[in-house]
């Protein structure tokens, strides 16, 4: 067993592995940027399988993750609500026309959410055994930043983090 058939990845040679690869992959419908980061760590059963199943279950988790942004809006001391309110400040002057947003709303930071879209999933394979990450989730409002609203996921898509970075 040399290769192994990934979904949304295709094959990998599992006898020759590189520390990490790099490609664009389909996730409702839409090209996110994904990377697999193997570090040295070989690949066993175990893993090609915890990974296989990560990946066939990557659109339900991306919808997830979507809900997990939303709630954490609504919660005191919210990250998503902090990104949000610096995007404001940070980007007055065009991002009323730019998320194409009513001026006058007085909902402003509510309608962010519906803006947020999915830019890179990275799966780390290395360590993770120690580690509690397998994958990282990064959303941005590309339209109007370079920052990010990151979730960092275990292999079954719980979240166990999450952050915004420039």
């Given amino acids: 067993?040399?290769?192994v058939e990934l979904p949304l990845i295709g094959q990998?040679?599992?006898?020759?592995?590189?520390s990490?690869?790099?490609?664009?992959?389909?996730?409702?419908?839409m090209e996110v940027h994904f990377d697999l980061n193997f570090g040295g760590k070989d690949l066993n059963g175990q893993s090609i399988l915890r990974l296989t199943t990560f990946l066939e279950n990557l659109s339900r988790f991306h919808l997830q993750?979507?809900?997990?942004?939303?709630?954490?809006f609504y919660q005191n001391d919210s990250v998503v609500r902090?990104?949000?309110?610096?995007?404001?400040n940070e980007n007055l002057d065009s991002i009323y026309e730019i998320l194409e947003l009513d001026e006058n709303s007085t909902e402003t930071e509510e309608l962010f959410l519906t803006k947020f879209s999915l830019v890179r999933?990275?799966?780390?394979?290395?360590?993770?055994?120690?580690?509690?990450?397998?994958?990282?989730?990064?959303?941005?409002i590309s339209e109007i930043t370079n920052y990010l609203i990151v979730l960092k996921t275990d292999d079954q898509g719980v979240v166990n983090e999450i952050c915004w970075e420039g």
């Fill in 82 to 88: 902090e990104y949000i309110k610096f995007q404001i």
């Fill in 121 to 140: 999933i990275g799966i780390y394979i290395e360590d993770n055994e120690i580690l509690k990450n397998f994958a990282v989730f990064d959303y941005s």
């Fill in 20 to 29: 990490f690869y790099r490609t664009i992959i389909p996730v409702n419908g």
């Fill in 65 to 72: 993750n979507l809900s997990f942004i939303k709630h954490n």
């Fill in 12 to 18: 990998i040679d599992i006898s020759s592995l590189r």
């Fill in 1 to 3: 067993m040399d290769k």
